[in-house]
């Protein structure tokens, strides 16, 4: 049965967003018409200081039991309102918003058509909320621990500031070492510091930090659980060396038989199969390579083992599961470079002068060395000739990416000015569609390129990079002059676009939503860009999207405070819409349980129990039960019919 209402509706006009499109004194006058609204009005900006005054005022004057907000969408600003309704003595959970911003004005230029439909959309509303429940949110304690998935320059910068703030921090990294991409970078723009000088402090602390414990050559395996309370297992994978024994004498890569190519150094020079990854890695490790070791499965060498005085290398290590319990989760897993067996068309993957950026930063970190000169891979001649090729794979929808990955420009104009320093008389050749320079000094860095480096930019696409003899001829044209331009280069550079590290077990795991390109989404662009849909896991650095150093540092310490924040708390409070289930209805059938994408619904004793911590509101196990025995509170079937008919009436 409904309950007697006094409904209170408040129309905003959000400046020009809804009152450009909607005639809110018809709305207003309309919905005075209503039966159950007792009090209707309007305001420019309900979100304001007077306007939520006025709202707590008209509840406590007029006696309203309900109220409804017609504005903008429920993720802006419902919590705003709630909160009002709450000061003025409401339950917060009758409070409801009719989005007639996005659902309405932003979408209708007719202003007739748009009036009548912000009418029926709050005359939903009102169906809805007659028959809202008074709800009291869900308590639940915190544990005071932050897992960072990631140890590029995102995690470490997130793990240190939550470390540094007092609370403990569990980092994962799958790779031997954490560093990411940065460490391998040469030099970084637009201040030209060295990278490793930058980066490398910052990893020593966190392999000093009493607060972080750092699990590398690892793996998330699964995560369960909810906000404040998710329990973890992490997979330590063998790395065949003690890390506490080892005193990296090197003795083990001096007799080692096997030689494989470094993945650090982008395939450009080889390793052993028993390697440190880069003198600077953290953990100061060795690891063993499995899949190259000719020690393992089955045993045919062991002379690392032989010459390893303290004994540190252990050929019967297996894989470790460790368990730990987090209130927050940060995701900074990180980009890779789009594959180069999808840019056939520039020679990448046959022509061994063709490389792309990375590979190109390791050579110039090499650059100079009396050990390893730069050379091209093909012949190990110098480069006199260096073109290189913007937007390969980026702002293509039709062949490859459709975005731009942003960072490309910079750090091309870095790599034509670092090569021009050392070689003033080679040649550094630009290809681009344009220059985009978005970022502090940026600007300036790329105009003293144009003007102090000499390198020459040539506005067009490249159609063909081919091998003739010792050249690799690039084939282009110039669109300012409309010449066709052929350049006899001894090296091409690809600077290839930026994707989303392909790490789907987290999403999975975790339900993270992803966007069209698989970055992962934020919960608002503007107002909550650290933030997910998922309460405690948040997001920072290339996961979320292409970024610079400046910006990924920037994001991840924004991560980190939004988790401190969280795990500060001794218990959360836990949005109670969640499902309820009829125990008179439900038969145990269990379809709902296996539809459930958060695990909150457990099959005991032929019915279902609900765990509300867990519980998101989805609502997809209410569409699955043939009973009808499960309902989100306060989004009720009942309610759905009767927004149904107010929306028609």
């Not at 001894?490 to 993270?512: E, H, Q």
């Not at 150093?549 to 949005?575: N, R």
Request: net charge negative.
């Amino acid at each position: 049965m409904e309950k007697e209402s006094k409904i209170g509706v408040f129309v905003c006009h959000c400046g020009f967003n809804i009152a450009e499109t909607v005639d809110i004194d018809k709305v207003v006058e309309e919905i005075k018409k209503t039966g159950d609204v007792s009090y209707c009005t309007d305001y420019e900006f309900f979100c304001s200081d007077p306007g939520q005054k006025e709202i707590e005022r008209a509840v406590k004057e007029e006696g309203l039991t309900d109220v409804i907000v017609a504005c903008c969408t429920p993720t802006m600003h419902e919590s705003t309102f709630r909160e009002a309704v709450a000061r003025a003595g409401l339950n917060p959970y009758r409070c409801e918003i009719a989005n007639i911003r996005e659902q309405c004005s932003w979408v209708h230029p007719d202003k007739k058509k748009a009036t009548a439909k912000a009418i029926r959309i709050i005359k939903s509303i009102i169906g809805k909320v007659k028959l809202n429940e008074s709800l009291t949110s869900l308590k639940t304690p915190v544990t005071d621990k932050v897992l960072i998935v990631g140890g590029g320059i995102a995690g470490i910068q997130a793990a240190l500031d939550v470390a540094d703030s007092g609370h403990e921090v569990v980092l994962v990294e799958k790779e031997p070492s954490i560093g990411g991409h940065m460490i391998q970078l040469s030099k970084v723009f637009p201040t030209l510091d060295c990278a490793q000088c930058i980066l490398t402090p910052k990893m020593v602390d966190i392999d000093r930090n009493q607060n972080i414990s750092l699990y590398a050559y690892s793996e998330v395996e699964d995560i369960s659980g909810y906000v404040g309370n998710f329990k973890v297992k992490i997979k330590k994978k063998p790395r065949f060396v003690d890390e506490e024994l080892c005193t990296l004498c090197d003795k083990c890569t001096e007799v080692c038989p096997v030689t494989v190519t470094k993945e650090f150094e982008r395939g450009l020079n080889l390793r052993k199969a028993i390697y440190i990854p880069f003198s600077q890695a953290i953990p100061s490790t060795y690891t063993l390579d499995e899949n190259a070791c000719l020690g393992l499965a089955p045993q045919r060498c062991d002379e690392c083992v032989k010459v390893c005085e303290p004994n540190a290398i252990n050929l019967d290590m297996k894989p470790e599961i460790v368990e730990e319990e987090v209130g927050a989760i940060v995701v900074a897993t990180g980009y890779e470079l789009y594959a180069k067996e999808n840019l056939a068309e520039y020679g990448y993957g046959e022509n061994l002068d063709v490389l792309d950026g990375l590979q190109f930063e390791r050579m110039l970190f090499q650059m100079g060395s009396a050990a390893i000169p730069f050379r091209r891979p093909s012949d190990g001649k110098t480069p006199k000739d260096v073109v290189w090729v913007q937007c390969a794979g980026s702002r293509d929808p039709e062949m490859h990416l459709p975005y731009c990955s942003k960072i490309c420009c910079m750090y091309t104009a870095k790599q034509a000015k670092l090569f021009k320093g050392i070689f003033p008389d080679a040649n550094a050749y630009v290809f681009y569609i344009d220059v985009r320079t978005a970022g502090k000094d940026y600007e300036e860095f790329y105009q003293q390129v144009l003007e102090e480096s000499e390198v020459i930019y040539l506005r067009g696409k490249v159609s063909k990079i081919f091998k003739e003899g010792d050249k690799t001829m690039v084939w282009g044209a110039d669109t300012l002059t409309g010449k066709k331009i052929e350049v006899a280069a001894d090296l091409v550079v690809l600077a290839t676009g930026i994707i989303p590290s392909p790490d789907d077990k987290i999403v999975k795991m975790l339900n993270l939503p992803q966007g069209p390109n698989k970055f992962l989404k934020e919960a608002h662009p503007k107002l909550r860009p650290v933030e997910t849909t998922i309460p405690g896991v948040y997001i920072a650095g290339m996961i979320q999207g292409p970024k610079d150093i400046p910006e990924t540092v920037a994001q991840a310490s924004g991560a980190a405070s939004k988790a401190i924040g969280l795990v500060s708390s001794p218990e959360l409070e836990h949005d109670p819409t969640v499902v309820r289930v009829d125990k008179e209805l439900c038969d145990g059938c269990g379809i709902c349980v296996d539809e459930c994408p958060f695990d909150a619904l457990k099959l005991t004793s032929n019915t279902v129990n609900v765990n509300d911590a867990l519980c998101n509101g989805c609502g997809i196990c209410t569409v699955s039960c043939p009973k009808d025995a499960l309902q989100i509170k306060n989004f009720t079937a009942k309610q759905m019919m009767n927004m149904i008919e107010g929306g028609l009436s």
